[in-house]
C-alpha cells in the first residue's frame, strides 16, 4: 500500500539531528520555514516534519546552514513494507516513479540510492527487516538503472533518491544532490579506520574539512591546542605543516619520529603556551583546538591566540557544550561562546558535526582581515568565505532561531 505524503497535508522531509540537538535543531528549521511542524519522531534524533514547500526548505538549509540539522531528506511518499528485500524493493521502487521528479532519471544522468535504517523510536520494533540498508541499496539501483538508463554514481550523483526505513515504513524522496545539506544518508559521514588512525578524533577534524570545504595549507605552521594523543597532529603534518603542538599529555609515540622534523611538543598547557608565544613573532597558518574546556573559556583562549594567527589563516576549533540540566543550557553556553569569538574573528560557520559528540565544531576566518576593515567587517569575512565557498554565520543563526520567515 503507498500513502501519498501530501495526505500528511503538504510537503514532508525528514530532518536528523544529535538526540539531545532535536528542539534546537527544529527551532532552527523554523525559523527558515515558520509553517514547519512536527509530525513524527521516527527514531531519537530524527523527525518527520511537514512544511508548504519541501525543495523551498532544502534550498533555503543550503543557503543557511543551521547548526544542529546533520541532514534534511524528502520524504514525498510512505509505503508500507513487508520486511523481505523482493517484495520491498518492488513496492519503494513503484512508489519513487510515481514521484514526479523520478523524469529526472533519463539516461546518463547520474544518481545514488541512499537507503538508511532508521533506530527505533521508542518501543523496540515488532520485526526488523531481512535486509541491511547496503543491499537495498544495490537492489534498488539496479532495478532503477535498467528502467531509465540512468548510471548509478555513488560518489558523485546528480540526483539522490533518499530511503528511510523503520521497521515497519518507508520513506521515499527524490532531491538534486546539490539541494542536500550532506551528501551522506542522514549525514552520517563514516571513514574507513586506517591503521595509522591515532585517535577518534580525527574523524572529526577530516568530517570538518569536508564539511566545511576547507583545504589544510601544505606549507607554513600549525598550532594545535589540545593535541594529545596526536590525531589532528598528525593530519596536519600528513598535510606538509610545521605543527606545534599544545597538550600537557603526551603524544603517541608514533609521532616521535616526526619530532625531530616538523613536530614541537609543548607539554604545557594552552594557557601557558599563548602567554609566551605571543611576544614571539610566529605566525601560523592554521590554529586548530580541541581542548576538553568549557566552550566560553576555549573561545577567550582563541580570542588571545588572534594574534599568532596568519592573515589568510583560519582556526578551526571544536567548543565543548555541557549536557543539560535543571540549572545549565548548552544554547546559551554556545551564543556566549561564538559571541566572544565573533567580537574578534570573522565567523564563517559553525556545525554539529556526525562525529562531534556534545560539542559542534566552529571555523572562524582571520582575525587581521576583520580588524583591518572594521567598517566592513562582514564584506571582508563574506569574501573570505565566498572564497572557499561558504556563506558566513551571523549571529542570529548562530545557536539559535534566527527571525528569517522567508516562508511568510
Ligand atoms: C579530546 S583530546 C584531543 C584529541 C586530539 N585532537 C587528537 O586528535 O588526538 C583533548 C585534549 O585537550 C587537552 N587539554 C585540556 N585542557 C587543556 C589546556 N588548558 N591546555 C592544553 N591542552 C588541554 C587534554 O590534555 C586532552 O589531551
Redesign the pocket.
Known sequence: MLFNACDYDGEQVIATAQPEFLQPALAELQSLCSALTVVEELGPGIALCAVPAMRRLLRQAMEHPPVFVRHLAPAQAIVELRGTIEDDCARLALALATLPEFAWLGPGQYFAVQARLLPPAKQPPVRSLAYTSGQLNQKLASVISEETRAIESIRKPRIVLSIALTAERGFVGISLAEENLSSWPGGERHFARLPEQ??R??LK?LEALEVFNLTLPTEGEALD?????????RLLLQAGLHVVA????ALAPALHEEARLRLEHKRC???VYLAEALHRSRRFAVITN????DARDAARLLVRAADLLRGDGFVLSVLKLPHATKHIQPLPVLREALAILQGTYAIVKARQLFHNRQEVTVVAGSPRQSRLFAGRHRSRAEAWGAQRGLPLLTRHDSAETGSRESDR
Open positions: 591515532i585517535s578524533a580525527e577534524l591546542l589540545g593535541a594529545a594523543p596526536g590525531g589532528w597532529t599544545v597538550d600537557p599529555a598547557s594552552a594557557e580541541d581542548m576538553r574546556m
